[in-house]
């Protein structure tokens, strides 16, 4: 595969995105930043520690239908195709995580969970499938997470047994769904997807009581967007370790 890789890293401007970005720039990727703020995307920029700088900046809501096609036009016109994209966009917004809320989860934090965790994922891929398709090889990350594991959540000996914030981990579900049926859909066009488990990675959305840094937590979406022709498309991977759905 060649060096000139082109990749969109969405909410880039922190956390495990920003991580993964410098990462692909450390193995010569071209890198894209997006997120809904662009004085800190440009701060981000001002401040880049990877070996590549980042070719670009996109003020991209993922939740807007008008941003996500304006990111598609642009990265059409300015550069004929896309080779990796990384749907790391993510919110958490019932609060604690150490409960099982499914009995009193609001319509509210349902919608809006859903409106980030997935819908703006589908209808962002879509955007840029033509443009993914374009490439010798495409990839295509979801950063999911364990907690969007039926078989986890169905195990009550598991160390994940009392987190339980439904609407969270529902939409993570859904978005491996998307990631088994997308990848059976592309079968034959050389556009790989999978779903990334980064781990409990001290983020905001993680806190400060996860036992990963984010360096390390990026490295499973950053191995699974430069996977080789070989790779697996449609699983579920942890540091290497296939997860259960």
Do not use: C
């Not at 010569?28 to 701060?43: H, N, P, Y």
């Amino acid at each position: 595969m060649s060096n000139d890789r082109i990749a969109l890293v969405t909410g880039s401007n922190r956390g495990i995105g920003l991580e993964a970005a410098k990462q692909l720039s450390d193995q010569g990727v071209k890198v894209i930043l997006s997120g809904r703020d662009r004085t800190k995307l440009e701060a981000v920029r001002a401040n880049w520690s990877g070996k590549v700088a980042p070719i670009d900046i996109i003020e991209l809501d993922v939740t807007k239908a008008e941003d996500r096609a304006r990111a598609a036009q642009k990265i059409a016109e300015q550069y004929g195709r896309l080779d990796i994209l990384v749907n790391n966009a993510g919110v958490i917004v019932e609060g604690e995580w150490g409960q099982n809320n499914s009995e009193t989860v609001s319509q509210e934090d349902l919608q809006t969970t859903f409106g980030i965790n997935l819908f703006s994922q589908v209808g962002l891929t879509q955007e840029l499938l033509p443009l993914l398709k374009k490439s010798n090889a495409g990839r295509i990350v979801n950063v999911s997470s364990i907690l969007g594991s039926l078989a986890v959540n169905a195990d009550q000996e598991s160390g994940w047994s009392a987190v339980k914030p439904f609407a969270y981990n529902a939409s993570k579900a859904a978005l491996n769904m998307f990631t088994v049926s997308l990848s059976q859909s592309l079968v034959g066009t050389g556009v790989k997807v999978n779903s990334a488990h980064p781990g409990w990675v001290k983020t905001d959305l993680g806190t400060s009581a996860a036992p990963m840094d984010v360096t390390e937590g990026a490295k499973t979406v950053v191995d699974l967007a430069l996977i080789e022709n070989d790779g697996p498309t449609g699983q579920f991977v942890h540091l290497g370790e296939e997860q259960p759905w």
